[in-house]
Nanobody, 121 residues
């Protein structure tokens, strides 16, 4: 069974940065597209960013493009989300997700437990 474990969340002031990590196990990592989602209190979970299996293609939600960067290491079985210029509206639980094949904003069947990101104003 695929296991995804996020880390790196925390409390940061607006304008600050955080780097999230997601360590994957029990899968052939390079066969999986990886993504980050987030869920703010009282809201539905939403897509944030995704990366193809090789890392050659990336996709972002419009309001994080230019501030967030997704990356991966296929030797460390880890995907990252570098978040810069954070805003209070970025406050959410951030989830790592994996799906075999091509990246998408939908249809992920493997999820981590989430890590809390809180941005104070």
């Amino acid at each position: 069974q695929v296991q995804l474990v996020e880390s790196g969340g925390g409390l940061v002031q607006a304008g600050g940065s955080l780097r999230l990590s997601c360590a994957a196990s029990e899968l052939t990592f390079s066969d999986y597209a990886m993504a980050w989602f987030r869920q703010a209190p009282g809201k539905e979970r939403e897509f944030v960013a995704a990366m193809s299996r090789s890392g050659g293609s990336t996709y972002y939600k419009n309001n994080v493009r230019g501030r967030f960067t997704i990356s991966r290491s296929n030797t460390k079985n880890t995907v990252y989300l570098q978040m810069n210029s954070l805003k209070p509206e970025d406050t959410a639980v951030y989830y790592c997700a994996a799906r075999p094949g091509v990246p998408s904003e939908y249809s992920y069947n493997n999820w981590g437990q989430g890590t809390q990101v809180t941005v104070s104003s």
